[in-house]
């Protein structure tokens, strides 16, 4: 149990975005490249030879510019994290063991943290155990200013131990720390992406509300003019259907308004079944639907389309409360590349062609003319019984 709550409580090891990823990087390559005039000014101050000075300043510098030609983060990310480390330590060697410059190991340690990866971090953490540790306890007047405590190059063991464990537990109160920030971070990361992902989801809905029609799940009326629309923009040859269903209200008079809102699904779906994959059908409010036809626009097309609609609609529909038999009118306005035409006027002129069938009786079409309204001399009618004949 208690093996299970450590590992709940250690971070995950989650990546961070891109965009998060290239400003911590940028601080930390900044940090890196920083280090090299520091080390060149601590080295000629300090006890050890200039040479030495040059030589590893250099070689940090060297590191430094190696990792930023380098694509894969994940090895930018370690040599840079490889580059910090090694400077501290050099930091620290010409310094004389300065017990300031082993800030320079505190900073890179949270440095590297940064990343929030665990490779990087880990072997940061061993390279400061075996610093300590072995060349702590090996050569420890390159660890540990010793003329500081007046002990001259020697000291007890027992003294340097405590100096080198007094050190490591510095560094492991520091790694504590980090890993509970860093832990933190990632579950306040997780809920902004919970968050995020929720308002996404949010906003999808709200868009698809908005341009979709709520009962029966087609594009609603505002959807269709934008389509409509691009369809002129782009000029190419379509055509517009306008429905409207024929006793429509009895049925929601006798059987109430759940049968009205079941036969207008029903409806929907059935249109939907006539049509092809790159038809679009709308419900524009009320019994009225449309379509925008994109495939079959020739004449011959149209027709064989307001035909299978109409026969579709016409089957029965069997709704909760019994058997509803409706059918449908229809009037289609046609528009090709050519025409000089707004998506108004086309809407317009089918939605009057559809009024004429309406008038005209029920379960047919009639088909607007293009350049004018339905009663012009490009009007034409066929009612259901002509073309069942």
């Not at 308002?199 to 269709?224: I, M, Q, Y």
């Not at 429905?243 to 059935?270: M, Y």
Request: charged share 20%; proline share 4%; net charge negative.
């Amino acid at each position: 149990m208690g093996t299970h709550r450590l590992l709940d409580w250690m971070p995950k090891g989650s990546p961070v975005t891109g965009e998060s990823w290239q400003a911590r990087h940028r601080i930390v390559r900044f940090a890196l490249f920083l280090t090299v005039p520091v080390l060149v000014v601590t080295g000629l101050l300090g006890p050890r030879p200039a040479a030495e000075t040059l030589v590893l300043s250099g070689l940090i510098a060297a590191i430094a510019g190696v990792a930023r030609f380098v694509p894969s983060r994940e090895i930018t990310a370690e040599i840079t994290s490889f580059g910090l480390i090694l400077a501290s330590f050099v930091g620290v060697e010409l310094s004389g063991g300065q017990i300031h410059a082993h800030l320079f190991i505190l900073s890179a340690v949270a440095l590297v943290a940064l990343y929030q990866r665990w490779l990087p971090l880990l072997y940061t953490i061993a390279a400061v155990g075996v610093h300590h540790f072995v060349f702590g306890l090996i050569a420890p007047e390159r660890v540990f200013n010793l003329s500081m405590h007046g002990m001259g190059e020697h000291i007890p063991t027992d003294e340097l131990i405590a100096m080198v464990v007094t050190h490591v537990v510095a560094i492991a109160v520091e790694v504590f720390a980090i890993l509970v920030f860093w832990r933190f971070n990632e579950q306040l990361s997780d809920r902004l992406q919970d968050t995020v992902r929720q308002l996404r989801g949010r906003e999808e809905e709200l868009r698809h509300r908005a341009t979709h029609d709520g009962l029966t799940g087609l594009p609603n009326r505002s959807r269709f003019g934008d389509e409509v629309t691009g369809e002129l923009a782009h000029g190419r040859a379509f055509a517009v259907l306008m429905l409207d269903l024929d006793d429509f209200k009895p049925v929601n008079d006798v059987h109430g308004h759940h049968a009205g809102d079941q036969l207008l699904i029903e409806v929907a779906h059935r249109l939907a079944g006539c049509l092809g994959p790159r038809d679009l059908p709308a419900r524009l409010g009320g019994d009225e639907f449309a379509v925008l036809l994109r495939q079959k626009t020739d004449l011959h097309g149209i027709q064989h389309v307001a035909d299978r609609i109409i026969a579709a609609v016409s089957e029965p529909f069997h709704l909760d409360e019994g058997e509803v038999k409706v059918t449908v009118s229809m009037s289609i306005g046609i528009a090709r590349a050519d025409e000089a035409i707004s998506a108004a006027d086309l809407l317009r002129n089918a939605d009057s062609a559809m009024y004429s069938a309406k008038r005209a009786g029920k379960g047919q079409w009639v088909l607007g003319g293009v350049n004018g309204p339905p009663d012009s001399a490009d009007r034409s009618r066929f009612p259901a019984q002509e073309r069942n004949a």
